[in-house]
């Protein structure tokens, strides 16, 4: 950890509130785990897995490059917009979905190095007409909006169900819409949400295998996954199977990136459970190494903050602690779009009611 930020080896020295112990390794290492998933797959990103093996052997390092011409340890659009939306989270004490657009569209002003096609339009039509929540659409099945549900698993840890499930359809609603993605962010966000409390390998397989029983496009048992797409069914397929083959975080990650496709955004994906369950000491000493000093800060920043100011812990940051008093007393069926937590109070507007998927619990 020591070099991640080139500063002491005291973790007090990290910026953010302490969590201590276990949970504080978990969160650290989700955050930086997504970083360094992200950096290291964008290498190979839009690569088949015979094109990598003939550059590369095996992928297994942080050197930049690939068809984004990446500095060694650059991150890509996945960390870079889950910062956006811890950012949003942070200065709000909220979840706030027009904090949200606005955050990302100040991420766009600052020419992304990539940017998806779903985002750009989402963001192009919140600066037109305002609007924070997508009309439902198939065709949002990317991954865009899994990728970047961190925020909202750190944030709402310890909030019952059904704010958790509010939380997380808010937040990709800002730019994505679909019912089947809907369902696989919300299965990453619970993932990432029971390793931090502890769950094994077995506990989170229960939670894929109630998302592939639900929707059985999700299946993952098949075919091996290799060169996945950004359908979120795809890239989720990859994720699992490399997440259940493997029993360290750098296997896990070395496994994913190697199948090629979206590969930042599978690193990404299993970066931020792979780290949560196996804990920021888990990560490779030479990947956290390469991460640029500004970002993995940000990352400690905001893992710490955004899980000192969840339900789990009392959300015990002055005013905040009221409104995750809220999120925790909201009734499902009539309360968590209402929560303060999520919306930061009165008039701000969370939209009309989710399809089903948004209710859906495994
Ligand atoms: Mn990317
Ligand atoms: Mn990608």
């Given at each position: 950890m020591s070099a991640v930020l080139g500063l002491s080896t005291n973790l007090r020295r990290l910026p953010g509130p302490r969590l201590g112990g276990d949970l504080e390794r978990r969160a650290l290492g989700a955050y930086l785990g997504l970083a360094t998933g992200d950096a290291l797959g964008a290498t190979v990103e839009l690569m088949t897995p015979r094109e990598i093996r003939e550059t590369y052997g095996e992928h297994r390092d942080i050197i930049g490059g690939g068809w984004l011409r990446l500095r060694p340890g650059q991150v890509t659009d996945d960390t870079q917009m889950s910062l956006a939306l811890g950012r949003s989270i942070l200065e709000r004490g909220a979840l706030q979905p027009r904090a949200v657009a606005e955050a990302f569209s100040d991420w766009m002003r600052q020419k992304p190095v990539d940017i998806g096609h779903t985002v750009r339009r989402a963001i192009v039509a919140f600066r037109e007409t305002g609007s924070t929540e997508r009309p439902?659409?198939?065709?949002?099945?990317?991954n865009g909006a899994c990728m970047r549900c961190l925020p909202v698993a750190l944030f709402t840890l310890g909030a019952p169900p059904a704010v958790v499930e509010a939380a997380s359809c808010a937040q990709a609603h800002v730019t994505h819409h679909s019912p089947v993605a809907d369902a696989g962010t919300l299965t990453v966000v619970r993932i990432v949400q029971s390793a931090l409390l502890g769950g094994g390998r077995a506990e989170l397989r229960v939670l894929t295998e109630s998302l592939a029983a639900r929707e059985?496009?999700?299946?993952?048992?098949?075919r091996r996954t290799e060169?996945?797409?950004?359908?979120l069914v795809e890239t989720l397929g990859a994720v699992f199977q490399s997440l259940f083959a493997t029993n360290t975080f750098e296997a896990a990650l070395v496994d994913v990136v190697n199948r090629g496709g979206d590969a930042d955004t599978t690193g990404a994906i299993l970066g931020m459970i792979g780290g949560a369950l196996y804990?920021?000491?888990?990560?490779p000493e030479r990947w956290l190494r390469r991460l640029e000093p500004a970002v993995a800060r940000e990352c400690i920043e905001q893992a710490r903050g955004l899980v000192a100011r969840s339900p789990l812990l009392g959300g015990s940051q002055g005013d905040h602690a009221t409104s995750a008093q809220h999120a925790m007393d909201a009734a499902p069926g009539q309360g968590p779009r209402r929560s303060s937590h999520l919306a930061?109070?009165?008039?701000?507007g969370m939209g009309p009611p989710h399809p089903a998927w948004c209710g859906f619990t495994p």
């Amino acid at each position: 950890m020591s070099a991640v930020l080139g500063l002491s080896t005291n973790l007090r020295r990290l910026p953010g509130p302490r969590l201590g112990g276990d949970l504080e390794r978990r969160a650290l290492g989700a955050y930086l785990g997504l970083a360094t998933g992200d950096a290291l797959g964008a290498t190979v990103e839009l690569m088949t897995p015979r094109e990598i093996r003939e550059t590369y052997g095996e992928h297994r390092d942080i050197i930049g490059g690939g068809w984004l011409r990446l500095r060694p340890g650059q991150v890509t659009d996945d960390t870079q917009m889950s910062l956006a939306l811890g950012r949003s989270i942070l200065e709000r004490g909220a979840l706030q979905p027009r904090a949200v657009a606005e955050a990302f569209s100040d991420w766009m002003r600052q020419k992304p190095v990539d940017i998806g096609h779903t985002v750009r339009r989402a963001i192009v039509a919140f600066r037109e007409t305002g609007s924070t929540e997508r009309p439902p659409r198939d065709g949002d099945a990317g991954n865009g909006a899994c990728m970047r549900c961190l925020p909202v698993a750190l944030f709402t840890l310890g909030a019952p169900p059904a704010v958790v499930e509010a939380a997380s359809c808010a937040q990709a609603h800002v730019t994505h819409h679909s019912p089947v993605a809907d369902a696989g962010t919300l299965t990453v966000v619970r993932i990432v949400q029971s390793a931090l409390l502890g769950g094994g390998r077995a506990e989170l397989r229960v939670l894929t295998e109630s998302l592939a029983a639900r929707e059985t496009r999700y299946r993952y048992d098949r075919r091996r996954t290799e060169n996945p797409g950004a359908y979120l069914v795809e890239t989720l397929g990859a994720v699992f199977q490399s997440l259940f083959a493997t029993n360290t975080f750098e296997a896990a990650l070395v496994d994913v990136v190697n199948r090629g496709g979206d590969a930042d955004t599978t690193g990404a994906i299993l970066g931020m459970i792979g780290g949560a369950l196996y804990g920021a000491d888990a990560i490779p000493e030479r990947w956290l190494r390469r991460l640029e000093p500004a970002v993995a800060r940000e990352c400690i920043e905001q893992a710490r903050g955004l899980v000192a100011r969840s339900p789990l812990l009392g959300g015990s940051q002055g005013d905040h602690a009221t409104s995750a008093q809220h999120a925790m007393d909201a009734a499902p069926g009539q309360g968590p779009r209402r929560s303060s937590h999520l919306a930061g109070g009165a008039g701000t507007g969370m939209g009309p009611p989710h399809p089903a998927w948004c209710g859906f619990t495994p």
